[in-house]
């Protein structure tokens, strides 16, 4: 399978435990990016990486929250001190250059506890 | 403010009927994309639109981007059971992430 990939798919914590998840874009594609969605919401931006550069993040990204994509292929965010309102469906896709299409993973769905 | 506006919110309609959704926005987009939503699940990407007044058909779904770049329409014809899901438009200004609206419901009943 080609597509993105991102683990874990499902994840339970308890408030006030750090997370991190995992994503593998399409190998070729140098542009990653993060979404989160809650219920009854479509995706909202997070951040994006256009190889291993962070270029834009959203101010729905606390200082809580934190990425990397330290050699420009696989990307981790992590959430530090995780709160109720953190849980929701984390979202990776990436895209190739400036066409700007994304393809999405399965996610992962975040629960706290 | 959302950026894109998708309407109606839930759709719920027998397997047989024909129905169009909306997506709507007071900003000028480069593209917009339509994607399907299944619960537990990712987006998937159905189509890509780029030009104003574009029509794609993709078998019995047809996706138009309005002439000014500002809205569009899915209108998926002789609906299925499998045509259930979440539709998510999304939209590009130049190399921006995209921006999504809250997408429409559909429920397609046997």
């Known amino acids: 399978d080609t597509g993105v990939s991102q683990d874990p798919r499902h994840k339970i914590t308890k408030r006030g435990q750090n997370v991190t998840f995992r994503c593998d874009p399409i190998?070729?594609?140098?542009?990653l990016y993060w979404y989160r969605q809650t219920l009854g919401q479509g995706p909202e931006f997070l951040t994006y990486?256009?190889?291993?550069?962070?270029?834009?993040k959203s101010r729905l990204l606390s200082d809580r929250f934190s990425a990397e994509r330290p050699k420009g292929s696989f990307s981790t965010l992590e959430i530090q001190r995780t709160e109720q309102g953190d849980s929701a469906m984390y979202l990776c896709?990436?895209?190739?250059?400036?066409?700007?299409?994304?393809?999405f993973g399965q996610g992962t769905r975040l629960t706290v506890v | 403010t959302q950026l894109l506006e998708q309407s109606p919110q839930f759709l719920s309609i027998q397997e047989g009927e024909n129905l169009t959704v909306y997506c709507n926005s007071s900003s000028v987009f480069s593209s917009l994309q339509w994607y399907r939503q299944e619960p537990g699940e990712g987006p998937v990407l159905l189509v890509t639109v780029v030009t104003g007044g574009e029509v794609k058909k993709l078998k019995r779904l047809t996706f138009q981007f309005g002439d000014a770049r500002k809205d569009s329409s899915l209108h998926i014809t002789a609906a299925q059971p499998g045509d259930t899901g979440l539709y998510l438009c999304a939209g590009a200004k130049g190399n921006t992430p995209l921006v999504f609206g809250k997408g429409t419901r559909l429920s397609v009943i046997a």
């Open positions: 190998s070729e594609h140098n542009r």
């Open positions: 990486f256009q190889n291993e550069a962070q270029l834009e």
């Open positions: 896709a990436s895209s190739l250059g400036t066409v700007n299409v994304a393809f």
